[in-house]
């Protein structure tokens, strides 16, 4: 199983609103609903931010949300902020009943 | 609250197998009838699946590490296992183990520190 794409790197101002997205499949992105998002600090564990396509864990903030269309999930960070300058992985659930990761994002607040 | 710990040794000799131990505190694997799960990250590289072990005892692996991996666990107490046969430079990685989410086997809600494994001679 391929890894899922998404781009190196994206960057926007802070206040502003970028997204990041992440293409698989309809083997998975686009056969389930079970896309999530991961931010990772730099040495630290990823921590959840988004699961099931759109829903947000209890205490992240409302600026991340996320939305797919087809075989294409994507993240948008909303009012960017110099802390979410920091890596972005996208995972999904697959048809053989697997997961798979994205090759993960750099989000740069210039 | 729950915490997970990754715990081994940092270097293993390529074609032996590198064995980590994930301990649970505040929390047994059979608690709320969860999936437990291993993901590595090579340096400076993104993140990969290798397996997860459900409180029932069944295991679930990537394809491409099933012939070498092996997770196991004693389902009553509070740490699970990760085994990894005939290691190679490539297997240099942060090893993490974290917990399945609201019950589900590919979304991971809880993570350990993480533990860096170098396989060298």
């Known amino acids: 199983q391929s890894a899922l794409t998404q781009p190196a790197s994206v960057s926007g101002s802070p206040g502003q609103s970028i997204s990041i997205s992440c293409t698989g499949t309809?083997?998975?992105?686009?056969?389930?609903?079970?896309v999530s998002w991961y931010q990772q600090h730099p040495g630290k564990a990823p921590k959840l931010i988004i699961y099931?396509?759109?829903t947000r864990p209890s205490g992240v903030s409302d600026r991340f949300s996320g939305s797919k269309s087809g075989n294409t999930a994507s993240l948008t960070v909303s009012g960017l902020q110099a802390e979410d300058e920091t890596d972005y992985y996208c995972?999904?659930?697959?048809?053989?009943?697997?997961?798979?990761f994205g090759g993960g994002t750099r989000l740069t607040v210039l | 609250q729950l915490r997970l710990q990754e715990s081994g040794p940092g270097l293993v000799r390529p074609s032996e197998t590198l064995s980590l131990t994930c301990t649970l505190s505040g929390a047994s694997l059979s608690s709320g009838s969860s999936y437990w799960a291993w993901i590595r990250q090579p340096p400076g590289q993104g993140l990969e699946w290798i397996g997860s072990?459900?409180?029932?005892?069944?295991?679930y692996y990537n394809p491409s590490l099933e012939s070498r991996v092996t997770i196991s666990g004693d389902m009553s107490k509070s740490h699970f296992s990760l085994r990894l046969s005939s290691v190679t430079a490539a297997d240099t990685a942060v090893y993490f183990c974290a917990r399945g989410g609201f019950g589900y086997l590919f979304l991971f809600d809880i993570w350990g520190q993480g533990a860096i494994v170098t396989v060298s001679s």
């Open positions: 072990i459900y409180y029932s005892g069944n295991t």
């Open positions: 309809s083997g998975d992105i686009g056969g389930f609903n079970y």
């Open positions: 995972s999904s659930y697959t048809y053989s009943g697997t997961v798979i």
């Open positions: 099931d396509v759109s």
